[in-house]
């Protein structure tokens, strides 16, 4: 540039670069076509154990990728893996994608909490473990596990443990309305049925405290080494599982141990939810009137489900089991924890 030209420059034709901390940010993301596919087998303080491929025999550790921010990951989830996947132990994955959901176990802290939390996903069925005695069974969180698994998609499935201390036949007519599989267990013997009804498939287990949920567990994974507690003199369980984590079965599939809970949360669901696993009922709520809760007089006198029965489309005892059901998810159940 000649001098002549230099003096014909001014302040417009100043160009400043910017610095790193203005530069516009690309919203462009990686798309991960390489990412492998992996199962969440374990949560544990801001890492996630996965099964690569859903194989047992090759777990990683993995953490989430900042452009998946404050997306919830759940033992279940299927995700998509990238970075150091080679099962050294300072090997540290990375997640960057959660596949679709094919089923979800939600429940709330109870039933005025806005805050669902999800327990585990992609289970086939859930496992309600309930003791015949130490500790007495109680219908009402049986009821709320029943609603929760069919507003979720889970297939479930009533688990009655120790019934070398007391017969399942009271609580068996309970549910003889539901087409409910039922599974029923001794102290001191091989839980047979249960492994095979578990074989090859994703299943949660879910139950109070001292039920013997994690005695089953030992049972059904060898060295699975679950911590056993004992019932107090006053019929309560004392927690022995603290985290949720997927453990393989021998015959294939994964059995996924939850912590034991005493109560059982269900702000998340509406009745129509519930009505849904109902096939022969579905249909008929369709013509009740908006806003109907579907549980009958004095609460919905206008309720149609009524007429079901009386042109015997229903069972008096089927229309009962799940109003049943929704009383529990209405807290109107005294018994519901």
């Known amino acids: 540039m000649s001098k002549r030209d ?22 462009r993301r990686p798309e991960h076509a390489d990412a492998e596919v992996a199962m969440v087998v374990g949560v544990d303080r801001g890492r996630w154990r996965c099964a690569m491929g859903g194989d047992p025999n090759r777990v990683v550790t993995a953490m989430r990728a900042r452009e998946l921010g404050r997306t919830p990951i759940v033992v279940g989830d299927q995700v998509g893996l990238v970075g150091d996947t080679s099962e050294q132990p300072d090997a540290l994955a990375r997640i960057v994608r959660v596949g ?8 709330t802290a109870d039933d005025t909490d806005p805050f669902e939390r999800v327990v585990v996903a992609n289970a086939q069925q859930l496992i309600i473990v309930t003791a015949l005695a130490e500790p007495e069974p109680r219908t009402g969180f049986i009821d709320r596990c029943l609603v929760a698994a069919y507003a979720g998609g889970l297939v479930p499935v009533l688990c009655l443990t120790k019934s070398d201390l007391a017969s399942p036949d009271e609580l068996l007519a309970a549910y003889a ?45 060898p060295h699975a080494n679950r911590a056993v507690g004992v019932v107090s003199g006053v019929g309560k369980g004392r927690h022995t599982s603290t985290q949720t984590v997927a453990l393989p079965l021998p015959e294939g599939g994964w059995a996924v141990d939850t912590p034991g809970i005493r109560s059982f949360g269900l702000a998340h669901i509406t009745p ?31 309720c149609v489900l009524d007429d079901l029965v009386s042109s015997g489309a229903a069972t008096t005892g089927r229309l009962e089991s799940l109003r049943r059901l929704l009383s529990s998810r209405s807290g109107l159940e005294e018994h519901s924890d």
Do not use: Q
């Open 6 to 27: 230099w003096r014909k420059l001014d302040e417009s034709d100043v160009r400043v670069r910017p610095g790193k901390g203005t530069r516009p940010r690309s919203k």
């Open 272 to 302: 129509d939810d519930i009505v849904a696993a109902f096939p022969d009922m579905k249909e008929a709520v369709e013509e009740c009137p908006p806003g109907c809760g579907h549980l009958g007089a004095p609460e919905d006198p206008d």
């Open 100 to 107: 679709d959901r094919a089923s979800v176990l939600r429940r």
């Open 177 to 221: 309305e539901l087409d409910l599989p039922v599974v029923v267990t001794r102290s001191d013997e091989d839980p047979e049925a249960l492994r095979e009804r578990m074989a090859g498939r994703l299943s949660a287990l879910i139950g109070h405290s001292g039920v013997g949920k994690s005695t089953l567990v030992n049972k059904l994974v």
